[in-house]
């Protein structure tokens, strides 16, 4: 939500509140045992050693290798059956999955869904895995890789019907108080130079909440760590990619058409319908597409801290268009983004399993599935709250100031909502060969390359 108000005073400023934050990640980021997101410093992790391996192609051709899931190659593809056989050894052994496990043998993106009676098999390109600030991205796509443990969470959403995602929200009170520093900066009773440390008290701590989901997992952090960086973007505290504009320069471009005045802005990410083509039988399935957006909407600010009636602000429409038609751009600059995308990704295959793997052999294998996740074993502190933040910026016209205040956002994943409503008949994909047909033929072996 963004408060907009107009005064007249010599220098411009805006308050920015409701960041969000997240656990021990690839980001700088925990959770403390109050359950406040705070941000760290944080050294690199990457692995020179296995970069440079991988570069080379060491493990080419060599799929017992530990590094061979980082190796290119025009299409991989992971057996579901073969992959829980796998995971429920080790669960015995009293083991954690490895690297190749744990994201998906590499995969970033699942091109092709092949639903066989025995078996469900994801393929997809791997363009070769590097590690950027502790990410691991495909060369090529420039996509995270996908992760078991989101992998096995979005199912479960799909297959109970049961949307997820976070939100981060202001208090009644800490509006009133926030409305409150706003009308003694027009009144000249607060100097602007203490605008915005009065603004973050006066905000005080924001409401976190993860739903549909476990909030004390990694993907329940990253969620929240997206939309607290989604913000940092949109004022400025974290710099766009070139061409790409933040909520502000979008204000002040349109500065000759007045500003907006008393809005709440709420930002947020939610699902977008991919195109999906199979075959008659629907047994094989091809993915395209863009599954996640920026969303947007404005409500009119109240003096008692609640929110009014939607309206609609232009400005606030143009900024989450240039945030979407950017936001290979943005993603590619900030691999916070590819992550959450490949929630997204994951979320639409899953929904298509949900819907077309209904045999009871099928259903028991998603089931299975399901109930062997790992997230216990990668629990974190849940995140409940976080710190506001206050932003200077320096706008103008004539003698015109204008303070903003984004109070609020989220994330929400739908697995149905990932999907176009119809499904495209496209009868050559009968013609491909099935992986389930002719998998490795050592039974441990779960991800295997085609196409060399």
């Known amino acids: 939500m963004d408060l907009i108000q107009t005064t007249i005073v010599p220098d411009t400023w805006e308050a920015l509140g409701g960041p969000s934050s997240m656990s021990p990640y690839p980001q700088g980021v925990y959770v403390d045992p109050a ?26 051709g060599n799929l017992d290798s530990e ?32 690297e190749s496990m744990m994201h998906m043998a590499g995969l970033s993106r699942i091109q092709y869904l092949f639903i066989d009676e025995n078996d469900i098999v994801l393929a ?12 691991h991205v495909d060369r090529a796509s420039g996509l995270t890789t996908l992760r078991f443990d989101f992998f096995l969470a979005c199912l479960a959403s799909a297959v109970g019907n049961q949307p997820f995602g976070c939100t981060i929200d202001p208090t009644t009170e800490g509006l009133q108080n926030a409305a409150k520093v706003a009308a003694a900066v027009q009144a000249d009773k607060l100097p602007i130079g203490k605008a915005d440390a009065a603004m973050v008290a006066a905000l005080g701590m924001q409401r976190v909440e993860v739903f549909g989901t476990a909030g004390d997992t990694p993907m329940g952090c990253l969620m929240v760590e997206a939309d607290r960086h989604m913000k940092q973007l949109a004022l400025g505290l974290e710099a766009m990619p070139e061409g790409a504009r933040n909520y502000f320069d979008v204000v002040e471009e349109n500065i000759e058409a007045g500003v907006p005045n008393d809005l709440l802005l709420r930002l947020w990410f939610t699902s977008a319908p991919r195109p999906v083509r199979a075959d008659a039988e629907r047994t094989v ?24 009636n939607v309206t609609r602000d232009p400005r606030s429409e ?26 997204y990704r ?9 819907r077309y793997a209904d045999s009871t052999r099928q259903r028991a294998l998603l089931e299975s599935l399901i109930s062997s996740s790992p997230s216990s074993m990668f629990q974190m502190g849940n995140p409940r709250q976080v710190m506001s933040i206050a932003v200077m910026n320096s706008m103008r016209k004539g003698r015109r100031t204008h303070h903003v205040l984004l109070a609020s956002g989220g994330v ?18 009968s013609s491909m060969n099935r992986p389930a047909n002719n998998p490795p033929k050592l039974l441990h072996k779960w991800w295997w390359n085609v196409g060399r």
């Not at 359950?35 to 050294?43: I, M």
């Not at 020179?48 to 080379?56: I, M, Q, V």
């Not at 091809?286 to 008692?304: F, H, I």
């Not at 994951?346 to 949900?354: I, N, Y």
Request: hydrophobic share 40%.
């Open 412 to 429: 929400s994943v739908n697995a149905k909502q990932t999907l176009v409503s119809k499904i495209a008949d496209y009868p050559s994909l």
């Open 67 to 98: 590094l061979a899931w980082r190796q290119p190659t025009k299409m991989r593809c992971v057996s579901l059956r073969r992959l829980l056989d796998a995971w429920t050894a080790m669960r015995m052994r009293g083991a954690l999955p490895g």
């Open 285 to 308: 399935f091809e993915l395209a597409g863009t599954p996640v957006r920026l969303s947007g909407q404005n409500e009119r600010a109240m003096a008692n801290g609640r929110r009014g």
């Open 124 to 135: 997809g390109p791997v363009g070769g895995i590097e590690t950027r600030r502790g990410w």
């Open 346 to 354: 994951t979320a639409s295959a899953a929904e298509l399993m949900h």
């Open 318 to 343: 143009e900024f989450v268009e240039d945030f979407n038609r950017n936001w290979h751009a943005i993603r590619g600059a900030y691999p916070i983004y590819g992550a959450l995308e490949s929630i």
């Open 35 to 60: 359950g406040t997101v705070l941000e760290c410093a944080s050294l690199p992790v990457d692995d020179g050693l296995a970069e440079l391996k991988t570069l080379l192609g060491d493990a080419a």
